[in-house]
């Protein structure tokens, strides 16, 4: 099997998709969620210094970003840490949703 044959096969595996872009895209979305997270700290912990209570909402958010990658994956390749950890975040998701919804509203007088 000559290189254009084992090229052309996996071109046709991967539905003529370029796997460098495929990665690149990959890398992207890595550097973004780290990003998204390293701001949500900064901001977390900047109001808790200031005195202005915590924001469970900002990692409520961040944490859904892993949740739902970690959903994904788990549909996809069903693997047992990957179920774990879909379950883990989302849980640590609805957890902090709550805290912020009960913050939010805890002034309130109904």
Known sequence: MNRE??????RKENKEQDLYKIEVQVQAGNIGSQTATLLATFFFVTEALIGKGFDFGLYAI?????????IFKAIRLK????????????????????????????????
């Open 62 to 70: 961040i944490l859904s970003v892993f949740a739902a990658s970690f």
């Open 5 to 10: 044959e084992i090229l052309s096969r996996s």
């Open 79 to 110: 693997y047992r840490k990957e179920i774990i950890l879909a379950t883990v975040f989302t849980l640590a998701t609805l957890i902090l949703s709550t805290a912020h919804i009960i913050t939010l509203t805890k002034d309130l007088v109904w």
